[in-house]
């Protein structure tokens, strides 16, 4: 059994901050790729960014310049530093992850249950 639990949603001001983590836990041998989509109502969800384990990063034009992912793998875990943000940026946020139970399994998409990220004008 894996979990992802994220922390760190709110509401703030245009213009603002906020920085989202999320913690893989349960049973867990290798992780792949980490990141973080978003749904804003009555829209599909969206890639946001994501990290490879070595540290590469890919980011959603709409973010770039003023988001950063970033992880800790000692800690299974990924934060989302959200600066300079805007009333498009409300929506739920999603943590996800590509995880390997054992060390000859494939690995297989895990999510959060998603954190609200409210942005007031």
């Known amino acids: 059994q894996v979990q992802l639990v994220e922390s760190g949603g709110g509401l703030v001001q245009a213009g603002g901050s906020l920085r989202l983590s999320c913690a893989a836990s349960?049973?867990?041998?290798?992780?792949?790729?980490m990141g973080w989509y978003r749904q804003a109502p009555g829209k599909q969800r969206e890639l946001v960014a994501t990290?490879?384990?070595?540290?590469?990063?890919n980011y959603a034009d709409s973010v770039k310049g003023r988001f950063t992912i970033s992880r800790d793998n000692a800690k299974n875990t990924v934060y989302l530093q959200m600066n300079s943000l805007k009333p498009e940026d409300t929506a739920v946020y999603y943590c996800?992850?590509?995880?390997?139970?054992?060390?000859?399994?494939?690995?297989?998409?895990?999510w959060g249950q998603g954190t609200q990220v409210t942005v007031s004008s």
């Open positions: 996800n992850a590509e995880i390997a139970s054992r060390w000859f399994d494939a690995y297989r998409d895990h």
């Open positions: 349960g049973s867990i041998s290798r992780i792949n790729a």
């Open positions: 990290v490879t384990s070595p540290g590469s990063t």
